[in-house]
């Protein structure tokens, strides 16, 4: 058995369960995907849908990314002000109160002990980080990072210098200008992070998706990818998504509870094999 709490799951998914572990189990390059399902086991809201924060707030400019680079001094005024807009006051008091569940910790469990190359996040929350992943591709961005707009390296927020009187913040490495490290609408995906995602799926023969609806991309796209490919799809998710009709396994089931059980599995399917 696992370190980690076991959960009550009915026969047939415990049965499918087992099957995506002895799939894990003889992959050669295993990558994970996980989407906002997996964060809304910590308490962290949606964006959209029942208790979404959009929904209750409204959704942000569309034009986000368009309106930094027309005025990088008002952006960061903006993220300075003690009074936030409503829904970014919302999330950023939904992350910073919220902790890695189990799912969090079962996948940093799988990467450790071999079984899982990379891990593909659209969450911005830094779960993954502190529950101790190491091969993290966060593809949205983290927001506890900032980031160059121009050679996009990252920094801890103490590493730059924020002068409220000498807006925006420039990168002490390329001299471009700070902005946060997370992807906001209309702006391209970090290509440092696209260019390994691209790598980790071209080699990728198992997909492990979880907590994600399959629609937003260019990570709708990847598990997909990996079908053409002549790969596995073993798809998480709590409801049927986008992905279930083609996946090669579905589980239904909370994220935190499958990936549980699965490590169980998985230590079954090894010792079978050793």
């Known amino acids: 058995m696992s370190d980690l709490s076991p959960f009550t799951l009915d026969e047939a998914t415990d049965a499918a369960i087992a099957r995506a572990a002895a799939l894990l189990v003889r992959a050669k390059h295993a990558v994970a995907l996980t989407g906002a399902g997996l964060s809304v086991e910590s308490g ?10 959009w929904t209750k707030y409204g959704e942000p400019p569309m034009d986000g990314y368009q309106r930094f680079l027309r005025n ?16 970014m006051r919302a999330l950023g008091d939904a992350v910073r109160n919220a902790k890695p569940n189990p799912g969090h910790a079962a996948l940093a469990v799988l990467e450790r002990r ?4 990379a891990l593909i996040t659209q969450n911005i929350d830094d779960l993954h980080r502190q529950a101790g992943h190491q091969q993290l591709l966060e593809i949205h961005g983290n927001h506890r990072l900032l980031r160059c707009s121009g050679c996009h ?6 590493a730059i210098t924020v002068d409220p009187q000498q807006l925006p913040p420039h990168c002490p490495r390329c ?27 071209a080699r990728a023969d198992v997909m492990l998706v979880v907590g994600t609806s399959a629609t937003v991309y260019p990570a709708a796209e990847f598990p997909h990818e990996v079908l053409r490919q002549g790969g596995v799809v073993i798809d998480v998710n709590s409801e049927p998504s986008e992905l279930t ?27 079978a094999r050793a």
């Open 44 to 53: 962290i809201p949606p964006f959209r849908g029942p208790g979404g924060i």
């Open 72 to 87: 990088p001094r008002g952006y960061w005024e903006e993220r300075l002000a003690p009074k936030q807009q409503d829904w």
């Open 114 to 117: 071999g079984l899982l190359a």
């Open 153 to 158: 390296e990252r920094f801890e927020p103490p």
């Open 175 to 201: 001299g471009g200008v700070i902005k946060s490290d997370v992807v906001h609408f209309g702006e391209p995906i970090p290509p440092d992070v696209l260019r390994a995602c691209f790598d980790a799926i």
């Open 245 to 271: 009709p083609v996946a090669t396994l579905s589980l239904r089931g909370p994220g935190a509870a499958v990936l549980t059980r699965l490590l169980d599995h998985v230590a079954t399917a090894q010792e």
